[in-house]
């Protein structure tokens, strides 16, 4: 734990994850009210959801995959980036039953991908030993994160009445984050 608490590479990671479920929760708790307030169908939230469930793993087993044969930091930045570029697209497409079900299926297609090629990264940076302990505090991390995108974007939907500044904030996170899988 101590040299871990003094890695530069763990510390990155450990942030990084951070802003994984920041994006992921934000997503779960508030995309099926957004697209209430957008007038969109009552049975779509639920439809994007489960989309995003089923494309999960599929994406998650690819870079899996992918994770054997590329640099798993680039991968993950790459991760990063195409979830907010998603994001982006998202808001500035016009919103429409199958733009907001493609939207489900690219952000399914990278939803939890990020988690083998981070355990990877914890695993080969300190071994198999403390493989457990070190991701499971990588984990906490991102249910901190998760935990902030679930509170911050109730309260900012209720001081403004609109989710823009969560959404920009969450493309933010997903920039920075994959800055910094860089120099890991």
């Given at each position: 734990?101590?040299?871990?608490r ?25 995309l ?71 939207f ?30 070190l ?39 997903g920039l ?9």
């Amino acid at each position: 734990l101590d040299r871990a608490r003094r890695h530069k590479d763990y510390l990155l990671l450990t942030a990084g994850f951070f802003v994984c479920g920041f994006q992921i929760m934000f997503i779960i708790a508030h995309l099926p009210n957004y697209l209430n307030t957008l007038g969109m169908p009552d049975w779509l939230p639920g439809t994007v959801i489960s989309v995003i469930g089923i494309t999960n793993l599929v994406g998650t087993l690819v870079f899996g995959w992918l994770g054997d044969r590329f640099p798993k930091k680039y991968l993950l930045s790459a991760l990063y980036l195409a979830r907010s570029l998603a994001f982006a697209v998202f808001l500035v497409v016009p919103i429409s039953v199958p733009s907001v079900l493609t939207f489900a299926f690219v952000l399914g297609f990278l939803w939890l991908a990020t988690v083998p090629l981070t355990n990877a990264l914890v695993g080969q940076l300190f071994g198999l030993r403390y493989l457990a302990t070190l991701a499971g505090i990588v984990f906490a991390s991102h249910q901190l994160g998760s935990f902030a995108a679930v509170f911050a974007g109730g309260l900012l939907f209720d001081v403004t009445g609109s989710y823009t500044l969560i959404w920009q904030i969450s493309i933010a996170l997903g920039l920075l984050a994959a800055i910094l899988r860089m120099p890991i």
